[in-house]
């Protein structure tokens, strides 16, 4: 993940979901290939159709919006004070590196790229270098 200690802090209170939608796959379920665990799942994965619009659930600033091997089309939101989003397997990205996105702002259109079975958006969420479930930052205790 970039590192970024940016202070400003972009966000208030609560996040929203990137789309409304059924999580598929939990933060922190196993991963098990050829019958062996691998790790553990570190974001959320969401139910969409192909091209599905994804949307900021907070302001930030994009600091990566590129194809990476695993997560495929990526982009990877700095919202300050150690906070960051990823959103993988977009079909298309819709912002650029340097990007400063409102709330609801369009991110990028759900897909299947990189090692995934079918469309769908992840999202994973990172405090200060640990990944963190997601969902908590859905939830009213989140500073103003």
């Given at each position: 993940?970039?590192?970024?200690?940016?202070?400003?802090?972009?966000?208030?209170?609560?996040?929203?979901?990137?789309?409304?939608?059924a999580v598929t796959s939990e933060?922190?379920?196993?991963?098990?290939?050829?019958?062996?665990?691998?790790?553990?799942?570190?974001?959320?994965?969401?139910?969409?159709?192909?091209?599905?619009?994804?949307?900021?659930?907070?302001?930030?600033?994009?600091?990566?919006?590129?194809?990476?091997?695993?997560?495929?089309?990526?982009?990877?939101?700095?919202?300050?004070?150690?906070?960051?989003?990823?959103?993988?397997?977009?079909?298309?990205?819709?912002?650029?590196?340097?990007?400063?996105?409102?709330?609801?702002?369009?991110?990028?259109?759900s897909g299947k790229t990189g090692?995934?079975?079918?469309?769908?958006?992840?999202?994973?969420?990172?405090?200060?270098?640990?990944?963190?479930?997601?969902?908590?930052?859905?939830?009213?205790?989140?500073?103003?």
């Amino acid at each position: 993940f970039p590192s970024h200690d940016t202070l400003r802090r972009y966000w208030r209170g609560a996040f929203r979901f990137p789309i409304e939608s059924a999580v598929t796959s939990e933060f922190g379920t196993k991963r098990v290939y050829n019958g062996r665990l691998k790790n553990f799942h570190t974001g959320l994965d969401l139910r969409a159709a192909m091209n599905t619009p994804i949307y900021a659930p907070a302001p930030g600033k994009v600091v990566l919006a590129k194809d990476l091997f695993f997560t495929g089309n990526t982009v990877i939101l700095d919202h300050g004070q150690g906070l960051i989003t990823l959103y993988a397997h977009l079909n298309e990205i819709r912002v650029k590196k340097g990007d400063v996105l409102q709330e609801k702002q369009i991110v990028g259109l759900s897909g299947k790229t990189g090692r995934v079975n079918g469309p769908h958006p992840h999202w994973q969420s990172v405090i200060h270098g640990v990944k963190v479930n997601p969902l908590g930052l859905t939830q009213s205790w989140m500073p103003e």
